[in-house]
């Protein structure tokens, strides 16, 4: 083996949810012939009208002039020409901006925007001082777990809740009480919706958050994987939200397009050369396939049109299979809490008083032959014990009716036992 340096280290440890996945992925190998439902997959489903749209959006690549250029060259670091021109016109057109192309970056999956933001404005400075990556929002994305460079830079905040007890509802709200941003901060991510919860923070909220940043000249990066115009995974009505400090950060993974690895990021000049040459030296620059894949169904409008009336009301109607189901599953004595569901593709159901962790809960439920993922590596960056962190669980929208209602009957059955045998 060969001796790691500290970040080598780091680096080669699995974080968060990847952990689980590991024991997942055992769990299903090992389950021959057993029947498995199983709720826990981040991957997006292929909706056939999705695949066909990227199917012909390459068929028009293959017949074109083009496609020696695209795959045989290499090309600029900050995106593939065609692409940026497509966003600038589109969201120009369609929030009333004035973008150039001077605001776009094409990166290789939005997780990589992350990755530099992280360490272009995370981590310690020339001067030795750390400026920190604050998470306004803890739970979101576990994936932000594993972008610093310096996870001593990751600094989560508890939100406050909102509970709605008759109803078995909550919602997460940031704490402005607890929330600092200072000349210490380095950046700001959050995700809207939110990957886990399906929270959206309201307009006022992100106004309060860029606020507190804007004196610093801090950059908030508002992670929008699930939001407007594509894929269009807000079940609540919500703008996506542009400002001098803001950046805007889109991914074309939950619009079908994983495999090709593309991210945008959309902002002011200044911050995006930062990324830019930070890309140029790690990966060049993305898949030029997939760019101009992606330039077409975006100049046609096509894209953000099935965003709209397929993508959005196939998780939609998921959503409302998993509450239904609860609601009449459920016992009712139990103290349940379904977040409310405004977007992304998961439910994140909250079991106060648990009389066991997270952890013991999913093996609990692997033991009936559901899969789940527990809540707790879902609060990347939150310093101190909160007992909540080991009371939820995220049930993907990815399984069919079926299973999300046989999944959540027997979830309803173990959470009435091990409430009633404690
Ligand atoms: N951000 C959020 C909130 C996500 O849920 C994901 C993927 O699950 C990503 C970012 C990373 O997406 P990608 O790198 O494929 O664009």
Known sequence: KPALTKIGAQMSNLTGVRAIMKDINETLRASKGK???????????????????????????????????????????QGYAPLIESIVKDFNQRYGLSLTDRNILITAGSQTIYFYAANAFGGYTQDGSLKEIVLPLSPDYTGYGGVCLYPEALIAYKPTLDIDTAAHRFKYRPDFNQLSITENTGCVIFSRPCNPTGNVLTNDEVNKITDLAAPYDVPVLIDSAYAPPFPALNFTEMTPMFGENILHCMSLSKAGLPGERIGVAIGD?????VLEC??????????????????????????????????????????DVLESTLEAAMPK????????GEGAIFGWLWLRDLPMTDWEFYQELKKVGVIVVPGSSFFPGLKEEWEHKHQCLRISLTGSDEEITIGMQRLAKVAEQVYQSA
């Open 35 to 77: 029947e498995l439902y199983n709720l826990s997959a981040g991957n997006p489903l292929i909706l056939p009208e999705v695949e066909k749209l990227w199917r012909d959006c390459t068929a028009d690549l293959l017949a074109s002039s083009e496609y020696g250029e695209v795959v045989c060259r290499y090309g600029s670091s």
């Open 269 to 273: 000049e200044n911050l995006i050369q």
């Open 333 to 340: 004595n139990i103290p349940w809490f379904l977040h409310r």
């Open 278 to 319: 930070f890309q140029t030296n790690v990966g060049i620059h993305s898949s030029r396939y997939g760019q101009a894949i992606a330039a077409r169904a975006i100049e046609s409008g096509t894209l953000a049109n099935i965003a709209e009336n397929v993508i959005r009301p196939f998780y939609q109607k998921k959503f």
